[in-house]
């Protein structure tokens, strides 16, 4: 495929000369600008663009997202390095920082594409344009070659990083590095045919393993500057709070504090588009333990805010009275829902209530910043690295290309990081101390100052005709959007808690969602997955509802929904289209795999559960038993297509962790709150699920597709826990209806 | 020019030796003048700058900081500098040997690519290394008694790499 490259792309695609030879394409930043030309050999760590081939052909190969463990960095690499035909071997991955310089008028103008760790996008954007990067080295390098052999460029073929002529004389690209950029860059690229790929579709391992096992890989929470202070603060345990008395005397006795700041009162303008930052008492000191006891020996009294944080069972308790009033927003009304059920033969109820959940990322957020009047630079784990961009800028008041933000691999994300309350407070107090400031959160405070998944409740009723056909389906979901106070007007903020081409809509003629608004101060935001990560519970523990009712076998009345295959519109991110043959094909593939016609053991039950989240299609298939009150997973398997898969291995893996990751979840997460405080304050009353109380594998079924990739790192998550749900049903015919499934079940053992 | 006075190499006179607590870490001895009560955690990483011992929780319930004092598998951040007087610790970056070849457990991890965000791995490779010191084959109920958290799921990897590092391990030993 040949495709000739617009502006948009061309500017990827500076070629650049050195002195020692290395063939750079992509884009120079400042720092490289910055940079002597003899030097840039050597200066790996301020490269900023996609590609240097060194003389001794080493290829490095800059990854543009940030790495929070959804393997971007290896799958990004591969996709250049497929079109170069690069030696893999001779492959060196760096993280890039955020590109970006100045537009000219003091406006940012982003030089990297896409950025982020947002939405499983990041395989995708890379397919779009970073193919091209690597097509264009490899036409540089071709070109560089004809001249040398002088032969047509056309009759020269490439691999492993060789240009070879027809007649089998070879160069290495590093023996071509020097000429090919002198070469101006192409107009035009080709793309290889995917049936000559040799990386993509091809396990490879991570790029930082060997950096991992041995301690040498920098997260951002083990990076200093020179003289930098370790902060800490203590935020009002109150969403919305204030100071209202502080004695600091004897914390700063304590040596090696060196700064007591106050940060009074919520701002609510900080930081850009998300939640207040906390009131607080920061304490800077020399090291990270002096810190944490100076803190602890500051004596504080909060002032609560204008609105309590309300736990789960608060927001439930008026749940009735509130469905039977209008909801905040109709969402999507097809046919006529209440002509259905007066015309039904029977109809199946029931309601499902979902648990706020934190985070609990392994790194805490953290942030290291150094601001000085003339350049920032910050060291933090980001998803949204603009976004950490725009409160850097908006705190210093500097211009784009003074703003340095690096992308260091990130101890998991999971949403978290979309917000950037920590870089807000680092760059805050590195302003004000005026040195170096390296924020550190501890666990409990991640605990206490999460923005976490809300609570949500879903009030289903189907409608059922003589034939168990499902005529009706009315979906009353109530939670606390998560866009509250991020900028959205009211008749938008059900945007984040409801997709309204999710199935079954489309399969059922008289369909109807509602939202209703509930209200918290507890913040809330993004969670693996989204809103897919708790609405595909309500959807597939129903749909097994309905076949319990009407005597049908789960698996048989998930099919006769889905019906014959077709492609229904779907506006949300994923479409345009949702092609149900896809999922029935996932679907059937997990049964089969955990023998969903074979017989089963006394005690044990399957549960099936399928979901499409992201343009990637997902089933479940869950085998367990329950005795004497314990709960044992025994057998797991997960079936996706994903369209194309770039990396198997790194894909694999994303599916088994977010399959354990939506499990341990449910089994027992969740966050309570009492007299408007966060109750849990670590691990011990939030307890992510140990390797004993997880299945031992999971089977991944991979379905081989040519369609564009759609990600990966969050499509296993939403049907994991259904799947348990059912599972358990089948196993005890206990119907579990609240998440987390452990206390519920046991209550109605 | 100004000229300094000559001071023969056998007067050259040190600064008195100062009182602390002595650790070898890692084969390298190192003498720990602060404070007592300082853990073990923050002294590798504030002070030593081995940041392969993670930072990851308050109550001792994660796993990320786990470390190996005389042996035997502890939470560097449950364990003050003042209990540590001439302790042996091992962290991560002790694994692999003075010439940078790889503990059968390393190795294994990148063989089964035993990764994801890779924040607990290291703390996983230490557990499982006293797994293996004490369980040279392993069972899988052996293995799930590593209480090391991930929320990235990666326990089936590591369950499969502590296995491979076994077979090795126990070939090496029958060398």
Redesign the interface.
Known sequence: MSRALDAERRRFLKVLGTASGALIVGVPLRALADTPDELLGQVVLQLSTYVRIEADGTIAIGARDPEIGQGIRTSEARIVAEEMDADWLRVRVLPLALGVTDDGNGEPNWTLGHQEARGSTGVPAAWNDLRDVGAAARALLVQAAAQRFGVAASSLRTNLSQVITADGRKLDYGDLAADASLLPAPQRVVLKDSSRFRLIGQDAGDVDARDIVTGAQRYAIDQWFAGTLVAVIARCPYPGGSLKKLDNTQTRAIKGVEQVLVLPRPNPALPLGTRPLAAGVAVLAADTWTALRARDALVIEWNTGKQIALGDDALAAPLDARFDSAPTTMVRNDGDVDHARRLAHRAVQARYEIATVAHAELEPPNCLARIEDDRARIVAPLQNPRGAFDVVRRLTGLLPSQIDVQLPRSGGGFGRRLDNDHVAEAVLLAKAARKPVKLIWTQADAFAHDCYRPFVVHDLTASLDRKNTITGWRQRIASTSRLVGRGEPADRLWLSEVHPDDLPAGLIPNLQREWFALDSALPRGNWRAGAHGVNAFAMQVFLDEIAHATKQDPLQLRLDLLGVPQQLPYRGHGGPVLDTGRLAGVLKLAADAIGWTKARRDGHGIGLAFHFTYGGYVAHALEVSVTVGKLTIHDAVVAADLGRIVNPLGARAALVGATLDGLSTALDLSITVKNGRIEQQGFHEYPLATMAQLPRDVQVILVPAQTTPAGAFEMGLPSAAPALANAIFAATTVRVRKLPILPELMRLL | MARFPQIPPGHLVGEPTRPGIDVTVNGERFRHTG?PA??LL?YL???L???????????A??G?CSVLIDGKLARACESPMSQLAGSKIT???G??DANGN?HP??QA???E?A????????GM?IAALDLLMRKPSPT?DD?????????????????RAVKRAAIVMTKDAHK
């Open positions: 404070d300082l853990p923050w990483r504030d002070v700058r081995l940041t392969g011992c993670k930072y990851g929780c308050d109550d319930s994660c990320t962290t991560v970056e694994l692999a790889l457990l390393q991890w990148i063989d690519d990764i994801l965000c890779g924040y607990c791995q290291p490779l899988d293995i799930d008694t590593i209480g090391n958290l991930c929320r990235c799921g990666s326990y089936p990897r590591v369950r």
